[in-house]
């Protein structure tokens, strides 16, 4: 009778601890990139007796075993991705596939492996992970290149600022009405930018003359910059047939600017030979290259792992990339708590690369991997669990009362 409630009792401590597995499982049905656990149970040592060989007058004996119980021989994780939820937030990202985020201290030391990225920013503009781990990357160019493969935190570069680029050339095309009226002055303005990343504002002033008998007109322009007139002035003439058409375009592709602003320059080239003298609507159309200065206005980890910033000329420019390693084999790895796994001894050394490499899946910006969990499945479990631990304390009641009978015939 011990050793049949010896059997129970193992039965009983397996299925509790298979109890613990799937209670761990349903505690953590929404924990972000949380990956179920399932038991693998396994029976106990046999008591055997050995059989007999057939020979002569009598067949052979088969052997008999008495097994002792079962025992949890396993638990596995299942590392298949959760779904990913779009949470709208920044500085989130969602692993889909294998891999994983790498975490650690700001020397790139006590590295940890985890799925969860709901990541935050640290008072001097470092990734972190929600228990202060620095998150690892590669710096990368304004296109996205690594720079190198040294794996560090990523900073990113919030009070930052981009130069400008100076304006080169400009234009000013469209139709000059017919009708305007003599020794009236029309204006057009360009945006322009200084050797600084300075904005100006360039005025194109256009006064008409007389026509003579031919209908032939002249128009007196001059250049100013912020509403002032330029040193040395800029002024020329644009001469139009009676047809409405410039007889001196070459004169006018390329006028030449050369400013002093605030101790800035601005110098460039002016194309106004796209302008016509029409009877018709009064339309100008004026470009020109360069861009200002800009700061830094937010950021976010895109598709692919890249932490974008944006600027406030609308540039965006990825600064880094997300690093994730890959295991030979997951299910090497020790779990260590709030989503933390570290190498263990058959795991293999981690790889590192970026999303898309090495095995590696990709990544979702603005979203988070939801746990992996079926809880339909793990209330399953739960009943299969329980009515297994109920079975055995039956068995032990069973064994318990049988004893006691015993003791009565003695008695």
Do not use: C
């Amino acid at each position: 009778m011990n050793q049949t409630m010896y059997t129970a009792i193992s039965g009983m401590n397996a299925f509790q601890q298979a109890l613990s597995v799937t209670s761990n499982n349903i505690a953590n049905a929404n924990t972000t990139g949380y990956k179920k656990q399932s038991v693998v149970f396994n029976d106990l040592l046999y008591q055997n007796t050995m059989g007999s060989v057939a020979g002569g007058l009598y067949a052979g004996t088969n052997p008999m075993s008495f097994g002792s119980g079962s025992k949890i021989g396993a638990i596995l994780t299942d590392y298949t991705a959760g779904s990913p939820t779009a949470t709208g937030r920044n500085k989130d990202a969602a692993l889909q596939g294998r891999g994983f985020f790498i975490a650690g201290d700001n020397a790139g030391g006590n590295i940890v492996y985890t799925r969860d990225g709901s990541f935050a920013v640290s008072d001097n503009n470092y990734l972190t992970t929600q228990q202060g781990k620095y998150v690892m990357g590669y710096a990368t160019d304004k296109n996205g290149n690594v720079l190198n493969g040294n794996l560090q935190p990523i900073q990113i570069p919030l009070n930052s600022a981009i130069p400008g680029e100076a304006t080169k050339t400009g234009s000013l095309s469209g139709n000059i009405p017919l009708d305007w009226g003599e020794k009236d002055t029309i204006t057009s303005e360009l945006s322009v930018y200084d050797n600084a990343g300075g904005k100006h504002k360039l005025q194109v002033n256009m006064k008409a003359a007389t026509p003579d008998a031919s209908g032939n007109v002249s128009y007196e322009y001059e250049i100013q910059m912020d509403g002032k007139a330029l040193t040395p002035p800029v002024t020329g003439t644009l001469n139009y047939n009676a047809q409405g058409e410039l007889t001196n375009p070459d004169a006018l592709k390329n006028i030449q600017i050369n400013s002093t602003v605030n101790g800035k320059q601005v110098n460039m080239g002016l194309n106004l030979s796209g302008l016509t003298n029409y009877g018709t609507n009064q339309v100008f159309s004026p470009t020109s290259d360069g861009k200002g200065a800009a700061t830094v206005k937010d950021y976010a980890v895109t598709d692919s792992g890249y932490i974008a910033v944006s600027y406030s000329d609308g540039t965006v420019i990825p600064v880094a990339q997300l690093a994730v390693a890959t295991f030979s084999n997951e299910d090497g790895l020790v779990k260590m708590g709030n989503g933390e796994y570290v190498p263990g001894l058959s795991s293999g050394d981690a790889v590192y690369g970026v999303a898309g490499q090495n095995g590696a899946g990709g990544i979702s910006g603005s979203s988070l991997e939801g746990s992996n969990v079926d809880l339909s499945r793990e209330f399953v479990n739960l009943m299969t669990y329980q009515s297994g631990f109920q079975g055995n304390t039956k068995v032990i009641r069973v064994a318990d009362d049988v004893m006691k009978q015993i003791v009565n015939l003695i008695q």
